[in-house]
């Protein structure tokens, strides 16, 4: 079965601070699909990142980084310099590529908060 | 192109009714999924719409229903309402085509159900 875990549950910054938020997910598929999402006060969640299981590429975006490594089945994410406007619930997500189980899973998620 | 819309976007009912909620996929989007978000449960995969046909279903009771149009509208369906239901559902679309790989989900602003 397919799991992922963020073992932090809330996060408090000030901001300019840097911040990473992890991700450890679980599955014997080698075909998966990591992704990030943020669910600002207004409850829609808004897409941040989408990552296959054979990219293990580093990928920045802005103030956004992410950090996939497959060997401790992990997919870390970094928000440098932090704002306000990233006072969020962040969501990691796996969706297997095929059969029963091509939903997506989503952990726990974490609250940040960036304080001025 | 417009997002994914979902109506209502907040509803009140008693124990024992049944509620309809209605989601409208981005303009393209043929597969749509429904997520329940509760506090205790997190984020959970109710069920998947690909060309009018559930591809997929988390792990719910029947009372939880669905369908999809064919212009990809897709509405959920409650019976019998328990107070545990009462959550944020969120609805999203995908440009997914049915297979291969898959793709990320845009997620609407979600209907937010008290069941009293």
């Known amino acids: 079965a397919q799991k992922v875990t963020q073992a932090q549950t809330e996060i408090s910054v000030v901001e300019k601070e840097d911040v990473t938020l992890d991700c450890v997910y679980e599955t014997r598929d080698t075909t998966y699909y990591l992704f990030w999402y943020k669910q600002p006060p207004s409850g829609e969640l808004v897409f941040l990142i989408r990552?296959?299981?054979?990219?293990?590429q580093n990928e920045i975006s802005g103030r956004y980084s992410w950090n996939f490594q497959k060997s401790t089945s992990s997919f870390n994410f970094t928000i440098t310099a932090s704002q306000v406007v990233d006072s969020a619930v962040y969501f990691c997500a796996l969706e297997l590529e095929t059969g029963a189980n091509s939903k997506l899973t989503f952990g726990k998620g974490i609250t940040l908060s960036v304080r001025p | 192109k417009a997002g994914v819309t979902q109506t209502p976007r907040y509803l009140i009912k008693t124990r024992g009714q049944q509620v309809t909620l209605s989601c409208s996929p981005i303009?393209?989007?043929?597969?749509v999924s429904w997520y329940q978000q509760t506090p205790g449960q997190g984020l959970q995969f109710l069920f998947e719409y690909f060309s009018e046909t559930q591809r997929n279903k988390g792990n719910f009771p029947g009372r939880f229903s669905g369908r999809q149009f064919s212009n990809s509208r897709s509405e959920m369906n409650v019976s019998t309402l328990e107070l545990g239901d009462s959550a944020l559902y969120l609805c999203a679309s995908s440009p997914w085509a049915g297979q291969g790989a898959r793709n990320e989900q845009f997620f609407g602003p979600g209907t937010r159900l008290t069941v009293l």
């Open positions: 990552r296959n299981s054979f990219d293990e």
């Open positions: 303009s393209g989007h043929r597969s």
